[in-house]
């Protein structure tokens, strides 16, 4: 059962430019506006707002808005209602922490990429079976990082992985260094702090740094 490739491209083209995607949890529309314009000018070229916030469909809407150059996706998407009013308020990828049976029914037959959550052998095959060749695992870091990553896709070698959960700008080149990874999230860019603070210079600032340092030689 394929998974539909060009459904995939604008998602690849926008990790493959900056294969960190920050993922935020903001309280609505007015934070969401200016936190995205930060973070595309830092370089970042896809945003994940979680669905934990009663404002998160606005603030996916707002973001798209402020910021048209950057793929704004939705996570903690636990279900289908969720994934149709995430892509009525402008989502073009979705993410989730796992996977149910109905969830990933729903998936294959929505608009846009949808990368449901692994973490474990057991769950890559039956997200597999479905169809999905990418895949979320989390939470990255608890269940081993890098290591138990990298042990985890062997028997694996169709499936990428987007790790995320505990990853920061230190972890964040390991993790990318794995074949099988190809992009990765975590929350290190712009944490519930940072934001409520409204720094947004200062979460501008972490995303460039994030991204050099993967440039740098390891
Ligand atoms: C999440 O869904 O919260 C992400 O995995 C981010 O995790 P982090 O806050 O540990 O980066």
Redesign the pocket.
Same mark, same amino acid.
């Given at each position: 059962m394929a998974e539909p490739t060009e459904r995939f491209e604008t998602f690849l083209d926008a990790v493959g430019r900056a294969p960190i995607i920050p993922?935020l949890t903001v309280e609505g529309p007015a934070q969401a506006a200016p936190l995205a314009r930060a973070l595309a000018a830092g370089g970042v070229a896809a945003i994940e707002i /979680?669905l934990r916030r009663p404002g998160a469909l606005e603030a996916i809407a707002a973001a798209a808005e402020a910021a048209p150059e950057l793929l704004v996706g939705a #996570? /903690?998407v636990l279900d289908q209602r969720q994934l149709e009013s995430a892509a009525a308020a402008g989502a073009r990828f979705a993410v989730s =922490?796992g996977a149910t049976p109905a969830l990933l029914a729903a998936a294959r037959g929505w608009a846009h990429p949808f990368l449901p959550g692994v973490a474990s052998a057991s769950e890559i095959m039956a997200a597999l079976a479905q169809g999905f060749r990418r895949l979320k695992f989390? =939470?990255a870091a608890p269940l081993g990082g890098p290591a138990a990553l990298k042990a985890l896709a062997t028997p694996f070698p169709e499936v990428g992985f987007c790790p /995320? !959960? #505990?990853?920061t700008r230190d972890s964040a080149p390991e993790y990318l260094r794995l074949g099988s990874v190809f992009c990765l !999230? !975590?929350?290190?860019i712009a944490p519930d702090a940072l934001i409520d603070a409204e720094a947004w210079d200062e979460i501008e600032r972490l995303a460039r740094e994030s991204l050099t340092a993967l440039k740098a030689p390891s």
């Open positions: 993922v /979680t #996570g /903690t =922490p989390f =939470p /995320t !959960g #505990g990853i !999230g !975590g929350s290190w």
